[in-house]
């Protein structure tokens, strides 16, 4: 299973989650035991992450754009995979990331196949741009339907929180084949070996990780 490095990137520089409240982001560095710069490039440097997981809050929010930073992470790393905010198929093209395209910011009855990952978000209740869904359920039949890299579970109210329900991921791999990625509130390498025996692909981490309940030589290898 690979294990991704999350980063929240607002106003140029990244910031650790508080349970999807995001006005109260603050720069990571400031509660991070591992890093000591929130400046994306120079943290990527810091921590030396194999994978990485980016999310453009300014993008998503529709209030401004951190491509400069992203594309400088980009070429720091193997693998990144990036939300930003994506509202049309087009944006992506010829991209050097894989697009995650997240139900908050995109309506999916644009979707199409394609080598990107869909993102189902959820904050208490499933975000949904197109307004055609009722449940996270529905979101995944719907999805069943095209050829796609991935599915994404992410509850961004559990981000920060160091506490990760299992629940609405198993129901996911119930009902799909497509790969599943997770993250959000993944508190220790148990988590993570758990996610592993579930059967999930890939697992989101950062607030353990920064607080040093795992290891950064997890984020080094890229997988577990």
């Given amino acids: 299973m690979k294990v991704y490095l999350a980063m929240d990137i607002k106003g140029g520089r990244v910031v650790a989650g508080k349970a999807g409240r995001r006005d109260e982001y603050e720069e990571v560095h400031r509660s991070s035991r591992i890093a000591s710069t929130s400046v994306p490039a120079k943290l990527v440097e810091e921590i030396g992450p194999r994978n990485v997981y980016i999310a453009d809050l300014d993008r998503i929010e529709g209030k401004g ?56 978000d959820i904050r208490e209740r499933l975000l949904d741009r197109s307004g055609m869904f009722e449940s996270v359920e529905d979101v995944v039949e719907y999805l069943n339907s095209f050829r796609i890299r991935a599915i994404l579970v992410l509850p961004i109210h559990q981000v920060g929180t160091m506490s990760f329900d299992f629940g609405v991921v198993e129901r996911v791999l119930g009902l799909t084949s497509h790969d599943v990625l997770t993250g959000g509130g993944m508190r220790s390498i148990e988590d993570l070996e758990r996610a592993k025996e579930m059967g999930l692909s890939g697992a989101i981490i950062s607030t353990a990780l920064h607080l040093g309940n795992i290891d950064v030589e997890v984020v080094r290898r890229g997988r577990i």
Avoid: H, M, W
């Fill in 65 to 120: 754009d951190n491509s400069k930073e992203i594309e400088e992470v980009c070429r720091a790393v193997e693998e990144a995979i990036v939300d930003g905010g994506f509202r049309e198929l087009g944006e992506v093209e010829n991209a050097g990331y894989i697009p995650v395209f997240g139900t908050e910011t995109f309506d999916l009855r644009k979707l199409e196949d394609g080598e990107y990952i869909v993102s189902i």
